[in-house]
């Protein structure tokens, strides 16, 4: 049996780019699962930026960036002073934390579910995953996992981060355990509470600079008209106004969910006061995502290839 | 069994009905698909990719059924839109490396898959660039890359030379050629150009309103009529001279396009009596040639509307 290379002339020119013509596909080919995996992964990709053009990265790193950035200084504080000005917890609860950036959570909330969700309808993309194996049901819901996910990235990570400095200042493990895993799941609620909005008008508004004021709009003045009425309630000494008013804005409203579940420390004037009240919001914040998803739905059946 | 095969497929809109009973048989090879605009051409793919339901009548792609096995049948089909359906802050490698992956494949594979089916369409060092800056050609060549990413055994290409200039246009049409012929993969392409379609495909469907006006193999579009173009030239009224020669001989012969003159083959001898006759009159015989049918003449002959399914 002579080798290959025997056959070939000696002295046959190297580096030589053979055009082998089309070859035929011969390999494995996923199920509806691995496709559902990829499609997730890219989405959670794109949406900070990762795998398109260079300026798209820019917003969601400065965005996460700035979100770490007082979680660093706070824990930078509470290593090195913790003894001096005789700290034993956090300075800025976990909960409270999301509350105080929410500006910047909007923002990234508003910039990128257009940028995943509008962007398939506008340049009609959406066509080119219709015509493939996945359902448009999966197609619906893994977006808005992929946004939910990233969410929950941008809120998570400064707590994370938190979490960790607390216990480099040797706080209590088991109490900031337990208070991290709350605000954690809050994140989580948070996260799945704000993309599930965020999709929903995205997905309504095809063009992406009205989609990006809409999310803004729907998000940043439902949040400024809550607060307002929660700190005139609470000053006023009608406290329940103020926990109904709560409920119109996903950052009061999964705030109130982490005092009543976790006994987080309250970041509004106006937590809900009783079981009752607590209920009303989980409730609230079951419907706000479920309300997001039957919406999206509906509006993707009415998509045409 | 073909490749496409329909059964009385009938779609119909609350005003207009797209498809009408329409039975048709597609093979292996490239198959033409042509018609007006509204002829029911879009209609019948997104039919057959299990996209739109039927109102009534059956229809199987690659043995499935495009009622139930929708999902099958896309994951074993390309399908290249007519409309612009690129983001443009995406490069071509990565939507189709994407899209490769959509379809099912790992991710190293999807990645190779690409590379290869974006060489073969022709884009280079572009496909590493944002789509928005690309011209309609490397629009359509990436456009149609994605169609072939997973290697489908059958692609449904929507008006693959639409807003192409002419040499985007040849390589688009070899292109297809191509993928009929040596990549191996059945191709249904749609086109209102019927030029086009005489050049890339070996077989052509056509549709009226909805309908099917003929199906048949390209060449039997195009066979010999039966009949010979000649053109001589010497004098003014060489054509005329010829003529009236040929009819004394007791050929038929009539005036055609231009100045030339068609002659009815009636035995292997006719081509042997017009040079016979050109040389006698001393007229200089410039060609002589078998005349083809076109497509076009499925439209004249049968004329708009008046539908004789063959």
Same mark, same amino acid.
Do not use: W
């Given at each position: 049996m002579s080798s290959p290379s025997d056959s070939e002339p000696a002295g046959a020119p190297t580096g030589v780019i053979h055009d082998l013509g089309y070859r035929p596909y011969g390999g494995p080919r996923l199920g509806e699962r691995a496709v559902a995996r990829a499609f997730f992964v890219t989405g959670l990709r794109n949406t900070y930026g990762l795998g398109r053009s260079g300026r798209s990265k820019v917003l969601p790193f400065i965005l996460l960036g700035v979100m770490l950035l007082p979680a660093l200084i706070l824990v930078g504080v509470l290593v090195q002073a913790r003894n001096i000005l005789g700290l034993n917890e956090q300075i800025v609860a976990y909960s409270t934390y999301p509350l105080t950036t929410q500006l910047l959570i909007s923002v990234f909330v508003a910039s990128q579910a257009p940028a995943l969700i509008s962007r398939d309808l506008r340049f009609r993309t959406i066509t080119l995953y219709l015509a493939r194996p996945m359902r448009r049901t999966t197609y619906v819901l893994v977006r808005l996992a992929s946004l939910t996910v990233a969410t929950f990235l941008l809120i998570g990570a400064p707590l994370l981060l938190m979490y960790v400095g607390g216990l480099l200042a040797d706080l209590p493990v088991g109490r900031e355990t337990g208070r991290f895993l709350g605000a954690i799941v809050g994140a989580a609620l948070l996260a799945a509470c704000l993309s599930g909005l965020a999709a929903l008008v995205a997905a309504l508004t095809v063009r992406r600079g009205l989609a990006v004021a809409a999310v803004i709009v729907v998000l940043l003045v439902s949040y400024t008209v809550v607060a307002t009425i929660q700190g005139i309630s609470g000053d006023a000494g009608r406290p329940a106004v103020g926990e109904v008013a709560g409920l119109?804005?996903?950052?009061?409203?999964?705030?109130g969910v982490q005092v009543f579940l976790f006994d987080s420390p309250a970041a509004t004037n106006t937590p809900p006061s009783s079981d009752a009240m607590g209920l009303v919001y989980l409730l609230a914040v079951v419907l706000t995502v479920g309300g997001a998803i039957g919406g999206l739905l509906a509006r993707y059946r009415t998509v045409h290839p | 069994m073909g490749v496409i095969e329909t059964a009385g497929l009938t779609k119909s809109y609350p005003r207009v009905t797209a498809l009408d009973h329409l039975d048709v048989t597609v093979g292996d090879g490239v198959t033409g698909l042509v018609g007006a605009n509204g002829a029911g051409k879009s209609t &019948?793919?997104? #039919? =057959? /990719?299990?996209?739109?339901?039927?109102?009534?009548?059956?229809?199987?792609?690659?043995?499935?059924?495009?009622?139930?096995?929708?999902?099958? #049948?896309?994951?074993?089909?390309?399908?290249?839109?007519?409309?612009?359906? =690129?983001?443009?802050?995406? $490069?071509?490698?990565?939507?189709v490396v994407h899209l490769g992956q959509m379809s099912g494949l790992p991710y190293a594979a999807a990645r190779e898959r690409a590379s290869d089916v974006l060489r073969h369409v022709g884009l280079a060092e572009e496909r590493y660039r944002p789509m928005g800056g690309y011209s309609t050609g490397m629009k359509q060549r990436a456009k149609l890359a994605q169609a072939l990413v997973h290697d489908p055994r059958l692609v449904l290409l929507d008006e693959p030379t639409n807003g192409l200039d002419p040499s985007s246009r040849d390589d688009m &049409?070899? =292109?297809?050629?191509? #993928?009929? $012929?040596?990549?191996? #993969?059945?191709?249904?392409?749609? $086109?209102? /150009? @019927?030029?086009? &379609?005489?050049?890339?495909? +070996?077989?052509?469907?056509?549709?009226?309103?909805?309908? @099917? @006006?003929?199906? $048949?193999?390209?060449? +039997?579009? @195009?066979?010999?009529t039966g009949s010979l173009l000649v053109e001589v030239q010497g004098r003014p009224d060489a054509d005329r001279l010829l003529g009236q020669a040929l009819v004394d001989a007791g050929l038929v012969a009539r005036p055609a396009e231009g100045r030339m003159i068609e002659v009815e083959v009636r035995d292997d001898a006719t081509p042997d009596v017009v040079r016979d006759l050109t040389v006698d009159l001393g007229l200089g015989l410039v060609r002589m040639q078998e005349r083809h049918h076109r497509i076009e003449d499925v439209f004249r002959d049968g004329g708009a509307g008046s539908v004789q399914p063959v």
């Open positions: 119109f804005s996903p950052y009061t409203l999964v705030n | &019948l793919i997104k #039919i =057959l /990719l299990g996209l739109v339901p039927a109102t009534s009548g059956t229809a199987s792609v690659l043995g499935y059924d495009v009622a139930t096995e929708g999902a099958e #049948i896309r994951a074993l089909v390309g399908y290249m839109p007519e409309h612009d359906c =690129l983001p443009a802050d995406v $490069s071509a490698s990565d939507l &049409l070899a =292109l297809v050629r191509r #993928i009929g $012929s040596e990549f191996g #993969i059945a191709v249904l392409v749609t $086109s209102h /150009l @019927l030029g086009e &379609l005489e050049r890339m495909s +070996d077989h052509v469907v056509v549709l009226d309103s909805g309908r @099917l @006006l003929r199906s $048949s193999a390209t060449t +039997d579009f @195009l066979h010999a």
